[in-house]
């Protein structure tokens, strides 16, 4: 009985381990995530976009009304062009690569 003690707390405390690793990983994540949505904020955002080619911007007529994305990876920047695209579906949205338009909600003619 007390070699199956023993196996209990050494699964215990393997798990307690695993718990606080993941919880310090999470920790570091979290903060990672909101320096970069700090970042986005900052007025100095066009030295951050050249660095992150794609972006989802909402538009006017021809007018930029505001960019809700700005990253590196398109699956990322496709997936913030569909979720806007699904909460505001009257407003024109466009996703960019750059200077080219990869996907526009209301293209102009």
Do not use: Q
């Not at 003690?5 to 050494?10: H, I, K, V």
């Not at 024109?92 to 003619?109: C, F, I, N, Q, S």
């Amino acid at each position: 009985m007390e070699e199956g003690d023993r196996y209990t707390l050494g699964l215990l405390l393997e798990l307690k381990a695993l718990a606080k690793e993941a919880a310090d990983t999470n920790c570091d994540l979290s903060n990672r995530f909101h320096e970069l949505l700090r970042s986005v904020s900052n007025p100095n955002a066009p030295e951050l976009a050249k660095e992150l080619p794609f972006k989802v911007k909402s538009f006017n007529g021809r007018e930029p009304l505001r960019t809700i994305s700005l990253n590196g990876n398109i699956e990322i920047a496709r997936a913030a062009f569909e979720t806007a695209k699904k909460l505001y579906p009257n407003d024109r949205w466009v996703l960019l690569w750059g200077g080219y338009v990869v996907e526009d909600t209301a293209p102009m003619d």
